[in-house]
């Protein structure tokens, strides 16, 4: 097992960034992927957000750059291709922060951004380019983007890229950088067909990486859910555990409609929020992010959808206000917290229609999630039991029997 960076093998320059920055050790991903970029692999990664993938991409690349410099100026040799123009900025930003004892230059080509401020950066020597599909298969066509300089192409969050429909443009993208050495794509999930053919015509004989957060990664979250009696009790529930016990919080809901309501009632209380949601004008949703990462704001309310791919630093509290749809989704959410090696909370609020999602996401995690109780807002109403149903569904295979009786008799 990885304990520190040095054992990895990178530049004593990204060392002394790494170290600057505050990690200590490896995550998962990061152990697993860095060695097997380095040794040529392509790489196929499941990596939830939260897990440290951008450092498992970013290292290499700068590693590769740094063990194999250019001869001469010219145009990018790796790029990163990313589905909105906010992890592209991200990404961009953590990759100069890793970067910033060494010559390398990195880039960024996304839409809403002047042509001349990107005709400048083209005419200019690049090591990075990280863009978004759409804009620079825009400059690709107008041959002002040059693909044959590229020795690697990574993509990161794939299957946010296929659900944004951008499937087609990166496959040509891929066909523009063909003379590429090597292919690394990160997925928060690898579930469905979609990232599987997908990645089978991109990749050659790839390591598979799968970085589920090790449960000693996990332990950092403490998790815990309280009871709702109905909405009006999950409220006050969410509004005495804001303004007694959070410090920097996000708040999952399910829909825009729910998020409009919540709003609204924080508002009522006056207690300050920023929020995001799908299809929301690009300047709003800047602006509500920049709030909550300056801390104007504390606390960020936000579907699923909208914070796909977003890192916020420093989150002490996530809050599943609604539940959601899938166990998985529930582990994407709560790994935005306790990163870089902090401690995090996770608390559900739930109520009795949600008894069953929590059992469940329970058995995934493989850990026990407790209820806790506010002294003054405890639940009036009993637990729901929805476990007897399923001890009941063990005792089907006799009912079959009954079945075939029956039509003895018949």
């Known amino acids: 097992m990885i304990k520190n960076f040095a054992e990895l093998e990178l530049d ?16 998962q991903i990061q152990a697993e992927s860095i060695p097997q970029a380095l040794d040529g692999k392509d790489i196929l990664a499941s990596a939830p957000t939260g897990t440290g993938k951008t450092a498992a991409f970013a290292l290499p690349a700068l590693q590769y750059l740094l063990d194999f410099p250019r001869r001469k100026p010219g145009p990018a040799r790796i790029l990163i291709l990313t589905p909105t123009r906010e ?21 960024t080509i996304t839409g809403g951004v002047q042509y001349q401020e990107h005709a400048e950066i083209l005419s200019t020597t690049q090591d990075i380019v990280v863009a978004t599909p759409g804009r620079l298969m825009e400059y690709i066509e107008a041959e002002r983007f040059d693909c044959r300089a590229i020795e690697w192409l990574i993509l990161d969050e794939a299957d946010r890229m296929l659900d944004m429909g951008f499937g087609p443009t990166v496959d040509r993208l891929s066909s523009e950088c063909r003379w590429r050495k090597q292919t690394l794509l990160f997925s ?28 000693r990664e996990r332990k950092k979250i403490a998790q815990w859910y309280h009871r709702a009696d109905d909405l009006p009790h999950k409220l ?10 959070a410090e920097r919080t996000i708040i999952f809901v399910k829909t825009r409609e729910r998020l409009a309501e919540l709003r609204s009632e924080l508002e009522k209380d006056q207690i300050p929020c920023a929020w995001i949601q799908g299809e929301m004008p690009q300047d709003r949703r800047n602006n509500a992010i920049s709030r909550f990462r300056d801390a104007s704001v504390n606390i960020l309310i936000a579907t699923d959808v909208a914070a ?40 559900s609020l739930i109520e009795a229609h949600d008894q069953p999602m929590m059992e469940r996401v329970t058995r995934y995690v493989k850990e026990e999630i407790k209820e806790r109780f506010i002294k003054e807002l405890r639940p009036k109403h009993k637990k729901p039991v929805f ?9 089907k295979p006799p009912v079959k029997n009954k079945k075939k009786t029956t039509k003895k008799k018949k």
Not at 238 to 245: G, R, S, Y
């Open 387 to 395: 476990k007897k149903k399923k001890k009941d569904d063990k005792k």
């Open 236 to 245: 006050a529930l969410l509004k005495h555990i804001l303004t007694e016990q």
């Open 308 to 347: 796909r791919g977003i890192d916020l630093p420093d989150i002490s509290h996530v809050i599943n206000y609604d539940m959601p749809r899938s166990a998985d989704v529930y582990l994407h959410r709560i790994g935005r917290t306790a990163r870089a090696g902090k401690k995090g909370n996770a608390i």
């Open 12 to 27: 004593p320059n990204l060392l002394i960034a790494i170290e600057e920055m505050g990690f200590s050790r490896p995550t």
């Open 188 to 215: 928060a999930t690898l579930e469905g067909k979609g990232v599987e053919g997908f990645s089978a015509d991109l990749l050659k004989d790839p390591a598979h990486i799968d970085a589920e957060p090790s449960r």
């Open 87 to 107: 992890l592209a900025m991200q990404v961009a930003d953590q990759a100069r922060d890793f970067a910033k004892h060494t010559n390398l230059n990195i880039f």
